[in-house]
């Protein structure tokens, strides 16, 4: 079960975004100039500890991915992944909306800043041409 609905779609509608499905480890990844910062699977049975719970992995600042693993059971050291710089969250847990939602964007964040400076730059103004796009659509 997977009780944030809306996840995909978010992830997605950050600037420059990309999915795919890596068949060999089952996962889906969201990508930003070719740098996983997150990823949703069902590990199987095999890892008896998580087996049948879909979960999202997000690239977390170190600090916080122990916070957050304090404050949430349904927050987890990354799946598959350094857990140091990775939690999983599972999405048939309880973790509020707008926290899962922070946590996206400090995912995204911390890959695009890891991006050549050129790239970010260009990440930048391609999302500003789409927001004026957007404001000159609902202006018409």
């Not at 170190?62 to 050291?77: G, H, K, M």
Request: aromatic fraction near 12%; hydrophobic fraction near 35%; charged fraction near 20%.
């Amino acid at each position: 079960m997977n009780r944030y609905t809306w996840l995909d779609g978010y992830l997605l509608s950050k600037p420059q975004a990309e999915k795919d499905f890596k068949a060999e480890w089952g996962w889906f990844r969201y990508m930003i100039c070719g740098k996983m910062f997150a990823a949703v699977c069902t590990p199987d049975p095999n890892h008896p500890l998580h087996a049948g719970r879909t979960m999202v992995i997000l690239k977390c600042e170190p600090q916080l991915a122990e916070l957050f693993r304090t404050q949430y059971a349904d927050v987890v050291p990354g799946f598959y992944c350094n857990k140091q710089h990775w939690n999983s969250i599972y999405l048939d847990g309880a973790v509020p909306d707008d926290t899962l939602k922070g946590m996206c964007d400090m995912a995204y964040g911390l890959v695009l800043q890891k991006l050549p400076k050129k790239t970010q730059q260009e990440i930048a103004q391609s999302t500003r041409l789409q927001d004026t796009d957007v404001q000159v659509g609902t202006n018409a």
